[in-house]
């Protein structure tokens, strides 16, 4: 019986091995082996149109740190990113898990399926189209200028969203937070889903008010939800590029929203300095690495949870 048992174990094991081993390949193909290239292309001198590179150490990590490349530093870019990543990726969490918990509470099916459509539409489009769109809205005599006159109470200013440095930001992080919050509207959605109902009839018995079960039970059994939201929200924002590119190619000032992955493009396609761009890209990973390391130490806690 126990021979018969290992034996149907082993035909199980190497199925599932058979079904990994084209996962495995794909990963090492498309993602193990464009970060070993790109670590060994940062330490030459490779460049876009020379057909040999040398080995320079640790010269283009040295030059990145101390250089201004050109009028624009990879500080810069760092400061860029973590500006544009904690103005939207904090905003965006809390925005969709209220959005989702209020969508939730509609009896209607009918209704929560439009909200839903409604709020991911937006999520469907190319970052390049959502873009354009508001580069429209953000005109001098666009909406979103008459709105700001309307709040302000004011008549015909304009307020630069486009032009002026901290107006630029702001217009960049309210571009994505359009963009993708329907995206985690759903994730969270899929979350609260799959708590019981029957924890909130208990706790309604029990005479709970509706701020003590979000708070108590809500929360606490949507943590492994979040964490994952998290973790994708926070990669997101750190790896942006077509929004901040479109602005910058309508017009609007580069040093502001230069974000590592603009710089490591101009660097690399533009110049042709593959090494200085791969550097860039190495420490564009490891600043997601750390991040996604710090998140996961967080939501260490935030193991399944047994009902």
């Given at each position: 019986?126990?021979?018969?048992?290992?034996?149907?174990?082993?035909?199980?094991?190497?199925?599932?091995?058979?079904?990994?081993?084209?996962?495995?390949?794909?990963?090492?193909?498309?993602?193990?082996?464009?970060?070993?290239?790109?670590?060994?292309?940062?330490?030459?001198?490779?460049?876009?149109?020379?057909?040999?590179?040398?080995?320079?150490?640790?010269?283009?990590?040295?030059?990145?740190?101390?250089?201004?490349?050109?009028?624009?530093?990879?500080?810069?870019?760092?400061?860029?990113?973590?500006?544009?990543?904690?103005?939207?990726?904090?905003?965006?969490?809390?925005?969709?898990?209220?959005?989702?918990?209020?969508?939730?509470?509609?009896?209607?099916?009918?209704?929560?399926?439009?909200?839903?459509?409604?709020?991911?539409?937006?999520?469907?489009?190319?970052?390049?189209?959502?873009?354009?769109?508001?580069?429209?809205?953000?005109?001098?005599?666009?909406?979103?200028?008459?709105?700001?006159?309307?709040?302000?109470?004011?008549?015909?200013?304009?307020?630069?969203?486009?032009?002026?440095?901290?107006?630029?930001?702001?217009?960049?992080?309210?571009?994505?937070?359009?963009?993708?919050?329907?995206?985690?509207?759903?994730?969270?959605?899929?979350?609260?889903?799959?708590?019981?109902?029957?924890?909130?009839?208990?706790?309604?018995?029990?005479?709970?008010?509706?701020?003590?079960?979000?708070?108590?039970?809500?929360?606490?059994?949507?943590?492994?939800?979040?964490a994952m939201v998290s973790i994708m929200a926070m990669l997101q924002c750190l790896k942006t590029f077509s929004t901040q590119y479109m602005l910058y190619q309508g017009g609007s000032s580069r040093f502001p929203i230069d974000v590592i992955t603009m710089n490591i493009y101009f660097t690399g396609i533009r110049n042709g300095r593959l090494g200085r761009a791969s550097a860039m890209s190495?420490?564009?990973?490891?600043?997601?690495?750390?991040?996604?390391?710090?998140?996961?130490?967080?939501?260490?806690?935030?193991?399944?949870?047994?009902?």
């Open positions: 019986m126990r021979k018969k048992t290992y034996s149907i174990e082993r035909k199980q094991a190497k199925w599932g091995l058979a079904f990994t081993i084209p996962c495995l390949v794909f990963f090492a193909v498309f993602s193990f082996y464009p970060i070993i290239n790109a670590f060994i292309t940062s330490l030459t001198d490779r460049r876009a149109i020379a057909r040999t590179s040398h080995f320079v150490g640790l010269e283009n990590y040295i030059y990145i740190f101390t250089k201004d490349n050109g009028g624009f530093p990879l500080s810069n870019s760092i400061r860029a990113t973590l500006i544009f990543t904690i103005g939207t990726f904090i905003p965006m969490i809390i925005a969709s898990l209220i959005i989702a918990t209020f969508l939730m509470q509609l009896r209607k099916d009918k209704y929560r399926g439009f909200f839903q459509l409604m709020y991911y539409t937006p999520a469907v489009l190319s970052s390049v189209v959502a873009a354009s769109i508001w580069m429209i809205i953000f005109d001098p005599r666009g909406l979103m200028n008459q709105i700001s006159n309307f709040v302000m109470r004011t008549s015909g200013v304009d307020y630069n969203w486009l032009v002026d440095s901290t107006m630029l930001q702001i217009s960049t992080m309210m571009i994505y937070f359009w963009k993708y919050i329907g995206y985690f509207v759903i994730l969270f959605i899929t979350g609260l889903a799959s708590i019981p109902n029957t924890i909130y009839e208990a706790a309604t018995v029990d005479g709970s008010s509706r701020w003590h079960t979000f708070w108590k039970i809500t929360l606490p059994l949507l943590k492994p939800t979040t190495i420490v564009l990973f490891l600043i997601m690495l750390i991040f996604t390391y710090l998140q996961l130490r967080l939501n260490k806690s935030s193991e399944d949870v047994e009902y």
